[in-house]
């Protein structure tokens, strides 16, 4: 599987999990959850959508807590940059809450457990019965999803970071107006209509943007999918025999 770039249940950056003053409890962590009965506890963990016995380490509620409440101070940048550390596609104009709610999906999705991870590709439709039913690749069953939304095929570019430069290429076509796109499907030899539409064209180039970063295993799967011959005309196979 990929790298994330964090190890699951990594600290956020940026202070998003940094502890309030309080008193330490089992897991060593500092926080004003630290003096909560379990019921109290499992009370503030309902709010968010999730209960102690769901994690990994249930002894983490409270250091959990404590970090999904941080991220209404955190910055769009961070928040941003948090959700791609870990692994996860972010939408083109995405305004902050939504970013929240993600990030909150996600770090939540990081100490649950097997189980939970399950429940939650079950719910919403993911594919996950045919894999080793490991918390590593389950994460990348939510993942993907996050990627095949934005229409690209994440797992099969050669790495993340070239997938996120196509995701930014992908962002910025999506935030052109249709005589833009229509200049740039020009420039690219693709096919533009008497009366283009702006989802159409951005479609279109989105496709192309993803072939362009395709390893070339992968492109002549492409090919042979959609039916483009892709081996020497014979024509110019004879012209190679004669010079040999």
């Not at 709010?47 to 101070?73: H, I, M, N, S, T």
Request: aromatic share 6%; glycine share 8%; proline share 5%.
């Amino acid at each position: 599987a990929r790298s994330a770039g964090a190890r699951p249940g990594g600290d956020s950056a940026s202070g998003a999990a940094a502890a309030a003053p309080g008193r330490t409890n089992g897991s060593g962590h500092v926080g004003k959850y630290a003096d909560f009965s379990d019921d109290e506890l499992r009370k503030a963990c309902k709010v968010y959508g999730f209960y102690p016995g769901g994690l990994e380490e249930r002894k983490e509620a409270a250091a959990l807590l404590e970090q999904v409440e941080r991220l209404d101070r955190v910055s769009v940048v961070e928040l941003r940059n948090e959700i791609r550390k870990r692994g996860f596609a972010t939408t083109a104009g995405m305004i902050k809450e939504d970013m929240v709610q993600r990030l909150r999906d996600v770090l939540i999705w990081e100490r649950f457990r097997v189980g939970e991870l399950r429940r939650v590709c079950r719910e919403n439709n993911l594919p996950f019965q045919d894999i080793p039913q490991t918390r590593e690749n389950l994460l990348q069953v939510l993942q993907d999803a996050t990627w095949q939304a934005r229409g690209i095929p994440v797992w099969r570019l050669p790495s993340l970071i070239l997938a996120f430069g196509v995701l930014d290429q992908v962002d910025a076509l999506e935030g052109k107006d249709v005589e833009e796109l229509a200049w740039l499907c020009e420039k690219r030899g693709l096919p533009v209509e008497d009366e283009p539409e702006q989802e159409v064209l951005a479609e279109r180039l989105r496709t192309v943007v993803v072939w362009e970063h395709l390893p070339l295993e992968e492109l002549q799967r492409e090919c042979e999918v959609m039916g483009v011959p892709i081996g020497l005309d014979p024509a110019h196979e004879q012209q190679q025999q004669r010079q040999q």
